[in-house]
């Protein structure tokens, strides 16, 4: 390895490692699952370029009959525990069946596929490492392009990531093969692997971001304006429009949920307006967490919370996050009172649900059935319904027919 190039992959290992900091530093200041995968993720690719670029065996006298075994596996382990984690990070298991599947038997081929490699003639296993990986690769770029065009917000970051992991994975591939490389070309691919990286992290950091205030909203909801914190009813409609436009091409089914709050009256006289609005604060909150932070939440008027699911993998998910929109909604809310006093406030609530089918139906259609299920689900035991696709009559969700799940698990759908 010569100093030219040492310098190159030092500088991106340097790009990679202060990621990597950042990360952890945030993760101190906000400890959560998916910072821990965020902080693991930029270690896994720290190591994986430590590996291939050559710098691991100059710092250190390595076994060699280990080297080579451990470029082998490095890209499609590296690459197999990136989908796993990207999988959550698109709420693939709710939002697609075909993308949560794909992910998912990548994450664990992968590796498995490595191991295989290291049955090749030994001028083999690399190059067939290197196909693994990127053919590993191609498919998250593929799929997150597909949580584009399915409306997910972060999707396009990712798919920049992506794509500059290719030439990222080629190229280390190439330097640990001893390929003919220039530095000028290693100095690009260098380039590469450390702005996929920070592409990549960058699209993480803010999906964790958007978590940790969707929890910090109903942690101190009087810090919030219900008026400027949530959508609006006319911003809900535009997206509504879009989702409709979107769905032309994907012919995906979807969602409307609707939650109306009855008897706001009893809550003022309870706990004055201020914690009347600290209340509306934490019922899009508590909804935010059912449906997933990559669907949108918001007030459509003064005691109607809507929100828009794009995609669901079949009628029968509906069934399962109705319910626990409800029952995450009837659990006493504490807040502010007139008087200063922390109180507990019970809601009265209706949950309506529409299963959107077609592209085809009116905007203004949608929201007014799923305003009209959520008032006649405030009669019901469950506080949800939805519209019996058989009979055509509104009847609590646990009770309407919806079909059989399609290869899901109540459990993949996103609660608190």
């Not at 902080?39 to 076994?63: D, K, R, S």
């Not at 794909?102 to 994450?107: I, Q």
């Not at 380039?191 to 969707?214: I, M, P, S």
């Not at 909604?329 to 809601?347: C, F, M, S």
Request: aromatic share 6%.
């Amino acid at each position: 390895m010569s100093a030219q190039e040492l310098i190159i992959w030092s500088m991106a290992l340097g790009a990679i490692a202060a990621v990597s900091i950042a990360r952890f530093a945030d993760l101190l200041a906000r400890p959560s699952l998916s910072q821990v995968q965020g902080v693991a993720y930029h270690l896994v690719v720290l190591l994986f370029v430590l590996v291939e670029c050559g710098i691991a065996q100059q710092v250190t006298v390595p076994n060699p009959r280990l080297v080579v075994p451990a470029q082998v596996l490095a890209g499609p382990v590296c690459v197999g525990l990136s989908n796993f984690w990207i999988r959550g990070w698109l709420s693939a298991a709710q939002r697609d069946r075909l993308m949560s599947g794909v992910l998912r038997a990548s994450a664990l081929l992968l590796p498995l596929v490595g191991l295989a490699c290291l049955a090749l003639p030994e001028d083999e296993q690399l190059p067939a490492a290197a196909a693994a990986s990127l053919v590993g690769a191609v498919v998250t770029l593929w799929l997150t392009s597909r949580a584009w065009l399915l409306g997910d917000r972060l999707a396009p970051v990712m798919a920049v990531g992506c794509a500059l992991t290719l030439p990222a994975i080629a190229g280390l591939y190439a330097v640990a093969m001893n390929l003919p490389i220039g530095d000028g070309v290693q100095a690009l691919l260098a380039l590469c692997t450390a702005l996929c990286n920070g592409f990549t992290g960058f699209a993480l950091w803010q999906r964790d971001r958007h978590e940790w205030k969707n929890w910090r909203k109903d942690a101190g909801a009087s810090e919030f304006d219900p008026v400027t914190k949530l959508y609006s009813g006319i911003t809900l409609v535009q997206k509504l429009i879009k989702a409709q436009r979107r769905r032309r091409h994907s012919r995906r089914e979807g969602a409307v949920v609707a939650v109306v709050v009855f008897d706001v009256e009893r809550i003022a006289r309870q706990v004055g307006n201020a914690g009347v609005n600290e209340v509306f604060i934490a019922v899009a909150t508590r909804i935010q967490r059912q449906v997933g932070v990559v669907n949108p939440v918001g007030r459509y008027w003064d005691r109607c919370f809507v929100s828009l699911v794009e995609t669901i993998h079949s009628p029968a998910w509906l069934r399962t996050l109705g319910l626990r929109v409800a029952t995450s909604l009837r659990r006493p809310i504490t807040v502010t009172g007139a008087e200063g006093r922390r109180a507990d406030v019970q809601l009265d609530i209706g949950v309506g649900v529409v299963h959107i089918e077609s592209s085809q139906d009116a905007v203004e259609d949608i929201l007014h059935d799923a305003q009209r299920l959520a008032e006649a689900a405030r009669g019901m035991r469950s506080r949800a319904a939805i519209m019996d696709p058989h009979s055509g009559e509104v009847v609590p969700v646990e009770q309407a027919n919806l079909g059989p799940r399609r290869h899901g698990h109540p459990g993949l759908v996103p609660h608190a």
